[in-house]
């Protein structure tokens, strides 16, 4: 079908009518932007390690240990103390007490015990220091923790350590006048302590109403946790005047974080805890890797720490600590170490300090890796770096040897041009036309840099992009379990009950070159190896760094189960109505949307469906690009 090009203004929505209608054009980027996050965060964390058994000796181990070994000039900056610092809260003043015995530096002032000594000993190593809280009154090993010796002390009240009311109390202390760079807010405290709880029943702690349920979107109160993180963010942004600070937060992929966690914190687990096998590391690794348009400079997936120096991870075995730290990389995935670095042993130092896979994690351009290669056996994932160059990631999953064909296609680069590659653990470069055969042990990553001839010469598809575009509405309406996540027998209930379930919500979310729910994105017959799959009633942002056209082929996707729904696809440009297409559904020829968009900062790529109050028909905006 024709697409009508409208060259009449168009005023950007009033706020008020923003809030009504979510697909109207705003205009302005809503991706999270508060805090210092425009790479994703480097350093040490003290749960892998220690869990609740924490000290002040252990602790400036790992920061001196960091210096001393050259990853700090790396990029590993933020120290950050996790569960277990904290001996109570002053029933008077509401103040948190530190658990001096084991920090004894706090006591070097007068009044009460500060953390100021500790930040200023790390600043002046040139490092940053981070500290840890719960949305709720309790923390999660206050609740999961066998053994209460190094559990916050005193009466019920006293030992309610979470920021529960008290966030611009607490959070005006860890940073204004204690000097803490980062915080890590985990999520227990909504979860685990209601009436039926047997802590709860017995005394120990006081009932709050669970607003995340592990197991059920549906019986979480997203809004309520929203509401939680948005005073946090308040109060970080007047503690810290000068914008340098990060937030963490750690709700484990429950209550659809993984679909809002972006708009509300610098950087936003994927999943529960990851353990030191390789079988949770690929649930951790899947709940992240396919969540490519939910990540952006200042907001990041997280899929959890590093578990390199433990377990399947330790220095015995070396080829899965280095598919470990490949592929937390080219996700973009902060690289927080969680070994006692104390004890680390050069081999495993070796591979934190490799520069050529720090760099593309770091890459400025801060765009994730896509899938271009999926099954259960191997897969292949693309990013796409700052220099237009491309780094590529071949995984093999399982513990047999195989080959992969890695194609030039994959890569989006041409057939007749030669592809260059540097191997970033051998060094080793090579190059080939068209595809070329790689060999993998079990559990082997390759990751390589890679230079070839663009397929697309004159600019770049959104899918080699996901940095710049933003789902600020998905259209996802009743969010789903993602079911295609590995799912591990070394989770917290190991093999009893009935095993692991699909929990994470984001099924059915905005992807890079598919469909929303898997399917090769085609539309009236015709496949799209490049472009957005989306559910109708969504509105994606894309930041435009100076390319002058836009260039699509839209349509309902021939994935859609009803045949009847119209959607009507339109391009914004800085909150202006740039084109728009007649109704299509499934079934029709894709249509061309092609605009000249010269000067214009922020697109808004809207449809809208014939239906809404249900999750809608899956559509494509297939080969979407920017051109020169």
Same mark, same amino acid.
């Given at each position: ?16 009518? $923003? ?11 809503s ?23 924490? =000290?002040?000796?252990k602790? #400036? ?25 904290a001996l ?43 500290i ?22 005193g ?34 405290? @909504?979860?685990?302590y ?9 005394g120990?702690?006081?009932?709050l ?6 197991d059920?979107?549906?019986r979480?109160?997203?809004p ?20 340098? %600070? ?11 974080v ?8 610098? @950087? ?9 096998t ?20 200042g ?11 433990k ?7 070396l ?40 760099a ?44 992969f ?11 007749d041009a =030669?592809?260059?590659?540097v ?40 899918s080699? $992009? ?9 259209? @996802?309406?009743? !969010? $789903? ?10 989770g ?8 692991e ?9 905005a ?9 090769t994105?085609?539309?009236?017959? $015709?496949? %799209? ?14 930041r ?15 994935s ?9 696809? #339109? ?10 297409s007649? !109704?299509?559904s499934?079934?029709?020829g ?24 249900? =999750?809608?028909?899956?559509v ?9």
């Open positions: 079908m024709a697409i009508a090009i409208a060259l009449a203004a168009w005023n950007c929505v009033p706020a008020h009518a $923003q809030s009504v209608d979510p697909l109207a054009p705003t205009g302005q980027w991706a999270y932007t508060s805090g210092r996050a425009d790479l994703p965060p480097m350093g040490w964390s003290s749960w892998n390690a220690f869990e609740i058994n924490i =000290d002040e000796d602790i #400036m181990g790992a920061a001196r240990t960091l210096v001393d070994s050259g990853l700090a000039r790396k990029g590993y900056r933020y120290v950050n103390i996790d569960d277990g610092w109570r809260r002053d029933a008077k003043s509401g103040r948190m007490i530190i658990r001096s015995d084991r920090f004894p530096s706090s006591l070097s002032g007068k009044g009460s015990p500060s953390f100021r000594g500790y930040t200023n000993r790390l600043h002046a190593m040139g490092l940053k220091a981070g840890y809280s719960d949305l709720g009154r309790n923390t999660c090993s206050q609740m999961y923790s066998p053994d209460e010796t190094n559990l916050p002390k009466t019920v009240l006293e030992r309610e350590v979470g920021l529960y009311g008290h966030i611009d109390q607490d959070i005006a202390l860890y940073f204004k006048d204690w000097g803490f760079d980062y915080i890590k807010v985990d999520g227990c405290g @909504v979860r685990a209601g009436e039926e709880s047997e802590k709860v029943k017995s120990q702690y006081r009932a109403a669970p607003l995340l349920d592990m059920s979107v549906s979480s109160d997203i309520a946790v929203q509401s939680l993180f948005r005073e946090i963010d308040k109060a970080l942004v007047k503690s810290n005047p000068d914008g340098d %600070f990060l937030l963490s937060l750690c709700i484990w992929g429950t209550g659809n993984r679909a809002w966690g972006k708009d509300f914190g610098n @950087v936003s687990r994927t999943s529960d805890d990851i353990n030191p390789w079988s949770r590391m690929l649930t951790n690794f899947d709940s992240a890797a396919k969540r490519a348009f939910y990540a952006h400079p907001a990041w997936n997280d899929p959890d720490m590093l578990f390199i120096g377990g399947d991870f330790g220095a015995d075995h080829v899965e600590a280095r598919s470990h730290f490949s592929l937390w990389a080219i996700i973009n995935a902060p690289l927080l170490i969680g070994m006692d670095m104390r004890q680390a042993p050069q081999s495993l130092l070796d591979i934190l300090s490799n520069t050529d896979v720090i593309v994690n770091q890459d400025p351009a801060g765009h994730q890796a896509v899938v271009a290669y999926d099954s259960d056996d191997v897969q292949a994932l693309v990013k796409t770096l700052s220099t237009g160059e491309k780094a590529v990631a071949i995984v093999n999953r399982g513990m047999a040897p195989l080959e064909s890695l194609a030039a296609a994959q890569l989006k680069y041409r057939d =030669d592809v260059e590659m191997d970033l653990w051998t060094k080793k470069t090579s190059s080939f036309r068209k595809e070329t055969t790689l060999r993998l042990a079990g559990h082997e990553t390759l990751i390589f840099r890679v230079r070839g001839g663009r397929m697309l010469s004159d600019g770049l598809y959104l080699e $992009q996901p940095g710049n575009v933003n789902p600020a509405v998905d259209g @996802v309406v009743s !969010p $789903q379990p993602d079911p295609t996540l590995h799912k591990s027998a070394f917290w209930a190991g093999t009893h009950g009935p095993g379930r699909p929990i994470y919500a984001g099924w059915g979310g992807q890079a070159d598919t469909a929303p729910y898997g399917a994105l085609r539309v009236g017959g $015709q496949k %799209f190896t490049s472009g957005i799959g989306i559910l109708a009633n969504s509105r994606l942002e894309v435009n760094k100076g390319y002058r056209r836009f260039s699509a082929m839209v349509g309902v996707d021939d859609a189960a009803d045949p009847s729904v119209d959607v009507t696809f #339109m391009l914004y440009g800085d909150g202006k109505l740039l084109a728009t007649k !109704p299509l499934r079934g029709d894709a249509a061309p949307l092609k605009v000249a968009v010269e000067g214009v900062a922020l697109l808004e790529l809207v449809t809208r469906s014939s239906e809404s109050g249900r =999750d809608s028909v899956p494509s905006w297939g080969e979407a690009a920017l051109l020169r």
